[in-house]
């Protein structure tokens, strides 16, 4: 009886998964999509625990409860007080959580199952798998929290790292194999998969994080699918294989917004040619704007359009631009918003957080529909963002971004660019879009230079 | 061989999952990624349910496996409920317009 019980709550639970994940790539269905998988779950785990066959004794169930709830309350009050900001290196860090789920059943479920080499393979797959992305999760968690910024590149780091991954699917296979029984053996094991996590992870650049946290994301999903197929549970693997494939296909996706191919990403091509590149372009003068001339040109322009970065997020400006956007428009301003693709840490990452501070849908605009409009405006305020607006990405075949798809802002009458200082931007290559004869800088803190432009049109 | 034979059923299920799982984000517009990334980070977390299937099969007396088993639950425990609930907020903020 139990056991059906738990099949039709697995059966639902894993329709509620692909109807989730289809409601949520959709803007109108998103959070209701969400709930729905986040209802399948709760159900899937409350009958996986009330309908278990065997005589389980109190105080295990004591233990899994008293997990249950100090996971909830922590995971809950960290996701509710995360600054928007700050998502996606929460997102990598639940990431991690999960492969070390994954990772710690592969070693408690090994010496359960010596000699059955199906079983073996399942268990070893999910614990090399889930062990990578534990720590190659954590890896992305410190780059994008800044504790980690440079990149760390050992010598012949792709060599290093090819011969490691083979190393340790060959000491997996061998071990599913030889079925050795050795606590040992099995922590080697992790051990190693944990430090080709870390490899795998750290000569990447932290522009390249939110592909890295997808790819691994994927990683994940995997490892939950090889543990369905371990204890032939199904809703293990619908939503792990789900994941996976919709994981794999994301991270190819964002890719593609950026113009690079999967391949280039992993093995590393930004950061290790950019010294070199730009700096023997012949560079130009910087021009300086002061706030109240920006407050005039903007005045009397009629079309204005902001191009916001990560810098503006950081500086929690995405208040007072709202503001600003919405006295310019008082004067009869037009004023849009350019999206591009992979602005802020993560691709739509922009588009929540000026979401967040009440910026109109219809004002977001991406970056396919805004580049030809350009060239009807007057002023573009670039806000924090660099990489996406560097026209070397177009010009300069040595760049490390050259390729990636780019806003044209060069095509509009004046180029407004606010910026802390003259540091190069995340992918760490500087800019000659600064150096452009239509280009002001105007320099400070995004939210304290706004707030004076904001309270000195207001003077107008 | 044989494995191929006992397991024909999960492969199947497995090779049309993952098609499932390519068709159903097909179509997704770039505003949605990170939402949808945070959202199918919190269903991978489903692998808890492996970690509440080892907690209930471990033997009573063995320490390290309770150990261990407990941190797996909390850990997944982490993942579900911290992946949905960071995913609500991010839509959330959709829903207002």
Redesign the interface.
């Known amino acids: 009886m139990s056991h059906s019980i738990i099949s039709i709550a697995y059966l639902i639970g894993s329709v509620t998964f692909v109807m989730g994940l289809k409601m949520m790539s959709n803007p109108k269905t998103a959070r209701n999509g969400n709930l729905v998988a986040a209802a399948g779950m709760i159900l899937a785990i409350l009958v996986t625990i009330l309908f278990h066959e065997r005589e389980v004794p109190g105080f295990v169930y004591g233990l899994i409860f008293a997990a249950i709830g100090i996971g909830t309350v922590v995971g809950w009050m960290a996701a509710k007080k995360v600054q928007m900001t700050k998502m996606p290196e929460l997102v990598s860090l639940f990431n991690g959580m999960g492969g070390a789920c994954a990772a710690l059943i592969g070693l408690m479920e090994y010496h359960h199952n010596l000699g059955n080499t199906g079983a073996l393979l399942s268990i070893v797959a999910g614990l090399i798998i889930g062990s990578v992305s534990f720590s190659g999760s954590i890896i992305a968690f410190l780059k994008l929290n800044g504790t980690m910024n440079q990149p760390i590149r050992l010598p012949q780091y792709n060599s290093i790292n090819t011969l490691l991954m083979a190393a340790v699917v060959a000491f997996g296979g061998w071990v599913v194999v030889a079925s050795p029984d050795s606590q040992a053996i099995l922590f080697a094991l992790f051990g190693a998969a944990i430090v080709y996590g870390i490899l795998f992870t750290v000569p990447i650049g932290g522009a390249d994080m939110p592909v890295v946290i997808s790819l691994l994301n994927s990683f994940t999903g995997l490892a939950a699918a090889f543990g369905g197929f371990l204890y032939d549970n199904k809703i293990m693997l619908t939503g792990g294989i789900l994941v996976g494939s919709a994981g794999t296909l994301l991270t190819l996706v964002m890719c593609e917004a950026m113009n690079r191919p999967l391949s280039n990403v992993i093995f590393g091509a930004f950061g290790g040619s950019s010294a070199a590149a730009g700096s023997n372009t012949e560079k130009g003068s910087i021009k300086d704007i002061s706030v109240s001339d920006t407050a005039t040109l903007m005045n009397y322009s009629k079309k204005v359009v902001i191009v916001p970065g990560y810098g503006l997020a950081v500086a929690q400006a995405q208040h007072v631009i709202h503001e600003l956007e919405t006295i310019l428009e008082e004067r009869g301003v037009e004023v849009k918003y350019a999206i591009h693709p992979v602005a802020g840490r993560m691709p739509g990452h922009m588009n929540v957080l000026l979401a967040e501070s009440n910026v109109s849908y219809d004002k977001l605009v991406e970056m396919e529909e805004i580049n030809p409009e350009f060239s009807s405006t007057d002023v573009v305020l670039v806000v924090g963002a660099n990489d996406v607006v560097n026209p070397a990405a177009k010009t300069d075949p040595s760049s490390p971004i050259y390729g990636m798809p780019i806003l044209d802002v060069e095509n509009s009458t004046h180029i407004i660019v606010n910026k802390r200082s003259m540091n190069a931007g995340y992918a760490g290559i500087d800019n000659d879009l600064f150096y452009n004869p239509k280009t002001s800088m105007l320099f400070g803190d995004a939210k304290g230079v706004l707030t004076k432009l904001v309270s000195e049109l207001k003077t107008m | 061989m044989n ?1 191929l034979s006992t ?1 024909e059923m ?1 492969i199947y ?2 090779v049309l ?6 068709e ?35 033997e ?1 007396s063995d320490y390290v ?2 150990a ?30």
């Open positions: 494995f397991h999960t299920f497995v999952s993952i098609f499932v799982g390519i159903v984000i097909g179509r997704v517009p770039t505003v949605l990624h990170t939402p949808l990334m945070s959202g199918a980070n919190a269903i991978h977390g489903v692998v808890i349910v492996g970690a509440i299937y080892v907690m209930l099969n471990v009573p496996a309770l261990l088993g407990f941190l797996a639950v909390l850990l997944g425990t982490l993942n579900v409920v911290g992946g949905f609930v960071v995913t609500d907020r991010m839509l959330e903020m959709f829903k207002k317009k």
